[in-house]
């Protein structure tokens, strides 16, 4: 065996480890990373707090507090809505069993099981109900306990943080120490920058999505809105999960044709201005990742971690190109992953929008 084939060997198997434990680990790296993510999306804040001789300790207290008035007040918000809708429960269970007994009927003209045996057969999937409700509860209970783990680590690396990059520098050799400033510096602030982008890219597909739904028609249109704009946090199947979910409930509350093609419709088009309008002025210049390499990072993450895994995909992705960039021996794994360097793959009209922000953004 060559050495070249040796060596890609050993790299194989280094990642494979990395992967598997990052998976073994999730439990105390998926607060971990979350919380870090947070941290660079409120440092800007603290340390304005801080010039401003707001003692140390106390403003991370602060940003905190600003998360979960956040989480609160969205939380609220869905659970407005979700009371709206539930207003509408005798109706969409009328709905329900108007369609069960149309499924049951067709299921006995085609398949020939009678409804008796179709509804035994319901009854035989109760017990693995009670247990998906159960796991549910269990789930639940994790979610809180690793929401106040974040809160933890938010604070912590915003309190710490000096005190953690002294670290990392030190790590580095003299020589070096420049360089590993920089890709802290950079790492830092592209995460922090995405979140700013898709917080503002969220709040535009609100706003798009409310007057899209209510022009058709929707019943409950800002909660369809507000859905449809939060799963984007799941880059690709976020939007289509929302917009189906809206369309089904549409439909059981006996929506024509019209209706749901106007829903079909808005989700076109509010796609369009996402991805050729939104994303390359808002999100785009921050996250210089080509699509395939997200599309990878998104399973990978997937994989590992499942759902936040999905959320925290790009980007982590993005931090680890800005350390293969500033890496000699990684800079290719850094090219890999990078955007083409092509400025003819946008139209022009992208590309004045583009210097019409920047212009109002440097005013």
Known sequence: MTVSATSIIKKLLLLFLVFAGLHFAADFLMPLFIGGVLATLFLPFCRWMERRKIPKFIAPLICLLVLVLCVAGVGALIGWQVSELAKDVTLIKQRITEVSDKIQAYI?????????????LLKDQQSNVTEFLASMAGSL????????????????????RSHIKEFLLKL???????????????ATNVSQQYLVGLTKMIVCLWIMYSIGFSL?????????????GLLEIVPFIGNITGTSITV?????????AGMILSIIGTYAFVQFIQGWVLEPIIVGPQVKINPFATIIALI?????????GIIL?????????????????????GFLIGELESSEKEPSFVSRIKAFYKRWKNK
């Open 300 to 308: 990978i993450g997937e994989l590992v971690w499942g759902i936040p």
């Open 141 to 160: 209970t994790t979610i809180i306990t690793s929401f106040i783990l974040i809160l933890v680590y938010v604070f912590g690396l915003l309190y710490y």
């Open 172 to 186: 580095a050799p003299p020589a070096q120490r420049k360089e590993m400033e920089n890709i802290v510096y950079n």
């Open 248 to 256: 089904l409930v549409a439909a059981v509350h006996g929506a024509s």
């Open 108 to 120: 006995f003209t085609n398949v020939g099981i009678e409804k008796e045996r179709q509804m035994q």
């Open 313 to 333: 995909a790009i980007p982590l992705t993005a931090m680890l190109k800005i350390v293969c960039d500033h890496i000699q021996p990684l800079k290719p794994y």
């Open 216 to 228: 058709a028609g929707v019943k409950n249109a800002i909660f369809f809105a507000i859905l449809c």
